[in-house]
């Protein structure tokens, strides 16, 4: 098996030719910026809405290279924000957003059946449970009526036989995806639908232009009628979005086949599992029968730099490694074929955003905070609605132009993003340990809700 520089394995999925850069002046229907799911779904949407639109994808290096072709494949609809929607939005406006969520879980199910896209989609649902008693909390106010059942801690084992476990609750309309796959299959899906797609083509300017806008690379400019922004953790190298994220990062161990391991574990449903922490780990199995298991506490990033320590932290790897083993006593002295991370576009509602930058004839999506596999899927159908200007009922939906939150300027964001991150990761490892967190980190942990600032789901 090959892999690359950082250890992931979509190399397994087979890593595709990489695409021609764009040279020269181009026109289109649409171009779109970034080759993740986003800017994917984009386009797979702008065609099948109109297959004979003329759709440019740019990619800065490699589609799917990025957070979508490496995450933790959680295919998740947004039930574990159910309470935090209802606060901001009212009932109807969070009911609409959910049912579309839920929707998206299985839409994407059904693309890769229906495109032949074996992206290991499992519908297997997820277990979110608590792991120290101050979680408690959390799960509790997640429970949405039917889609989520109350787990006690004896269901949750019967699930997953961790000695960690504690009671939970158990979301129905969740999947699992093998990430690469799904990124590599929808860019080869819509190079046969006509879309172009150029890689090594960094978007370094954009200006407006009578019929609409102009993006412009090293070597080449696309002009078109409407641009669709979609570059995650670089949004905030885009100058009218600048202090609309925090970039923040989260790694993935990946064991060896461990059949055995799970088998003992009686984990065999395909149940995608996290903790009810502000800090999240979620672990799932794969269909080689291994077991990812992932952290969301990495470092911060300042501005929209998203290298070094965002990509692979060892520190953090090791980290992970222990609570793998805390998690599943069994994995002691087995080996983790891969490890790996990749930044986190956090946004300060904790929820994603399509916002519309009317000046410039463009859309950007981005805050997806860690689940942006199910939502890529509806906001590209959505973003694709926009840019046709075919207003729906998904266009209505209330990320669409939100009122606009923001984070602090640098470098003030990231001072008080690490300082915060680390007294989270010192309250939690304690809560977990089963002590009481010191006073300092208690109260720093507080301090994102004084500001208004949501750090939990
Ligand atoms: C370790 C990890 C685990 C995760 N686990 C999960 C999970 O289990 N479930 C879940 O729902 N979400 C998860 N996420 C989040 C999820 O991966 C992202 O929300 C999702 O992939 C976002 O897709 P995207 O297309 O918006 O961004 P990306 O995949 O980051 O794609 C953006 C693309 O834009 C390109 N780009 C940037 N700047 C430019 C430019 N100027 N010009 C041209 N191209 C540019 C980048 O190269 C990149 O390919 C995880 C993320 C990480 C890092």
Not at 39 to 46: D, E, F, K, M, N
Not at 324 to 333: A, I, M, S, W
Not at 378 to 403: E, I, Y
């Amino acid at each position: 098996m090959r892999h690359d520089a950082h250890g992931f394995w979509i190399a397994e999925a087979g890593s595709p030719d990489v695409l021609a850069p764009l040279t020269g002046d181009h026109r289109a229907d649409v171009v779109v910026v970034g080759g993740g799911y986003t800017g994917l779904w984009t386009a797979w949407h702008v065609l099948a809405a109109e297959p004979d639109a003329d759709v440019v994808v740019l990619e800065g290096g490699r589609c799917g290279h990025g957070p979508s072709g490496r995450n933790g494949g959680f295919v998740s609809s947004m039930d574990l924000s159910a309470p935090a929607l209802r606060r901001a939005y009212g009932d109807a406006d969070a009911q609409a957003w959910l049912a579309a969520a839920r929707e998206t879980v299985d839409a994407l199910g059904a693309w890769c059946e229906a495109e032949r896209v074996d992206a290991w989609y499992r519908r297997g649902g997820e277990l979110c449970v608590r792991t120290a008693p101050a979680q408690g909390r959390v799960a509790a106010e997640a429970v949405d009526g039917e889609r989520v059942l109350g787990q006690s801690a004896a269901e949750a084992r019967a699930r997953c036989a961790s000695p960690v476990f504690g009671d939970g609750v158990f979301v129905r309309a969740v999947a699992t995806v093998h990430p690469a796959r799904l990124a590599f299959g929808l860019r080869e899906r819509l190079l046969a639908r006509g879309a172009r797609i150029f890689e090594g083509s960094r978007a370094v300017g954009m200006r407006p232009v009578p019929a609409g806008i102009a993006v412009r690379t090293a070597r080449g400019e696309v002009r078109a009628a409407t641009a669709v922004l979609a570059v995650n953790a670089s949004t905030g190298t885009l100058a009218p979005l600048r202090n609309r994220l925090t970039v923040s990062s989260s790694h993935i161990l990946c064991t060896e086949p461990v059949p055995d391991v799970l088998e003992a574990l009686g984990w065999d449903g395909g149940e995608a599992i996290s903790d009810a922490r502000s800090l999240l780990h979620y672990t799932r199995t794969t269909r080689d029968g291994r077991i990812l298991f992932g952290w969301a506490g990495g470092r911060m990033a300042a501005g929209a730099r998203s290298r070094g320590r965002m990509e692979v932290d060892r520190q953090v790897v090791e980290q992970i490694r222990r609570d793998l083993v805390r998690f599943f006593p069994q994995l002691e002295g087995r080996r983790m074929a891969h490890a790996w991370g990749g930044p986190i576009d956090v946004s300060p509602t904790h929820r994603p955003a399509i916002v519309g930058l009317p000046a410039l004839s463009a859309w950007a999506a981005f805050g997806f905070t860690g689940n942006g596999v199910g939502p890529a899927h509806l906001f590209g159908r959505t973003l694709a609605a926009l840019a046709l200007d075919r207003r729906d009922g998904v266009t209505r939906l209330p990320f669409v132009d939100p009122p606009p939150r923001r984070v602090p300027p640098e470098p003030l964001r990231i001072a008080g993003a690490a300082v915060i991150r680390r007294a989270l990761v010192r309250k939690e490892a304690a809560e977990e340990a089963g002590r009481r967190p010191d006073a300092i980190s208690a109260g720093l942990a507080t301090l994102p809700g004084l500001l208004g600032l949501h750090v939990v789901r």
